[in-house]
């Protein structure tokens, strides 16, 4: 199976949570991001690997 270069392994999402609130991240494969709905955040995952840092983040609507 061919994996993108922009998947994240899945293990991670047990133990990444947002910086901000701590809270859980959602995956949403099809941007490559992390969602943390409580910040009202995306964070991007670049060549497998999730960006966590707020100033690289986008802004989503609650």
Same mark, same amino acid.
Do not use: Q, W
């Given at each position: !199976?061919?994996?993108?270069?922009?998947?994240?392994?899945? @293990?991670?999402?047990?133990?990444?949570?947002?910086?901000?609130? @701590?809270?859980?991240?959602?995956?949403?494969? @099809?941007?490559?991001?992390?969602?943390?709905?409580?910040?009202?955040?995306?964070?991007?995952?670049?060549?497998?690997?999730?960006? !966590?840092?707020?100033? @690289?983040?986008?802004?989503?609507?609650?």
């Amino acid at each position: !199976m061919d994996k993108n270069s922009n998947d994240i392994d899945l @293990k991670l999402l047990d133990i990444l949570v947002c910086p901000i609130t @701590k809270g859980p991240l959602k995956y949403d494969k @099809k941007k490559s991001e992390l969602i943390s709905e409580e910040a009202g955040l995306a964070f991007p995952i670049e060549d497998g690997i999730p960006i !966590m840092l707020i100033d @690289k983040a986008r802004h989503i609507d609650k």
